[in-house]
């Protein structure tokens, strides 16, 4: 498990969990940004919600709020001697972020 902070206007930048990601928000607003084909969708989440981030989901998490977000994100799965988070390049579907 970690605890991640993001000040407002900052993001996680392009990435994937190879086994994915179980995130509660405990402080703070940020909108999520999914990779899906050849389209973007966005979902905002707050204070007190939880969602996933499935294996191999391409993400990029922004700060769309006015104080730093803080996460707390438990990432099962992760290959004996592996990185939980895989940098990604940006996948050109959600221009403007």
Not at 3 to 20: A, C, F, K, Y
Not at 61 to 72: E, I
């Amino acid at each position: 498990m970690a605890q991640i902070t993001v000040d407002p206007g900052g993001s996680s930048g392009w990435h994937s969990h190879p086994g994915g990601a179980i995130i509660i928000v405990q402080q703070g607003a940020l909108t999520v940004y999914h990779s899906v084909g050849h389209q973007c969708r966005t979902t905002t989440y707050s204070a007190g919600q939880a969602f996933i981030e499935r294996p191999g989901e391409v993400d990029d998490v922004l700060n769309t709020g006015t104080v730093p977000y803080v996460l707390y994100v438990t990432f099962p799965r992760v290959p004996p001697g592996g990185s939980p988070r895989i940098d990604q390049p940006d996948p050109g579907t959600c221009p403007g972020i």
